[in-house]
């Protein structure tokens, strides 16, 4: 059975960081995009960062930029989401997905083009 569990997730104040982790099983991802979202309450879920199958080409949100790192091993099967110099406005749940379709050279940032989600990680930024 496929499955991706987010793990990492916690209460941080402003300015601290978190490291998510995104383990998949039932088969291999290694092949494939992946990529970190999140979802606040009342809003809709939005991209935070991809990486291309390799980790050789990756992108984040404008509003993360400099401050998130995406990174996968695909030895372990899990990808990764470095977070730094949080913020309230970081509160949300995060989701990572995959996206099981025949593998490019790119990443991708739209909800529409991951095909696999997991349950999703609580992040929550006190001020």
């Known amino acids: 059975q496929v499955q991706l569990t987010e793990s990492g997730g916690g209460l941080v104040q402003a300015g601290g960081s978190l490291r998510l982790s995104c383990a998949g099983s039932?088969?291999?991802?290694?092949?494939?995009?992946m990529g970190w979202f999140r979802q606040a309450p009342g809003k809709e879920r939005e991209f935070v960062a991809a990486t291309n199958w390799q980790g050789s080409s990756i992108d984040h949100a404008d509003s993360v930029k400099g401050r998130f790192t995406i990174s996968r091993d695909n030895a372990k099967n899990t990808i990764y989401l470095q977070m730094n110099s949080l913020k309230p406005e970081d509160t949300a749940v995060y989701y990572c997905?995959?996206?099981?379709?025949?593998?490019?050279?790119?990443?991708?940032?739209?909800?529409?083009?991951?095909?696999?989600w997991g349950q999703g990680t609580q992040v929550t930024v006190s001020s």
């Open positions: 997905a995959v996206r099981l379709r025949p593998p490019g050279p790119t990443y991708y940032v739209g909800v529409s083009d991951y095909d696999f």
């Open positions: 039932g088969r291999t991802f290694s092949s494939y995009a």
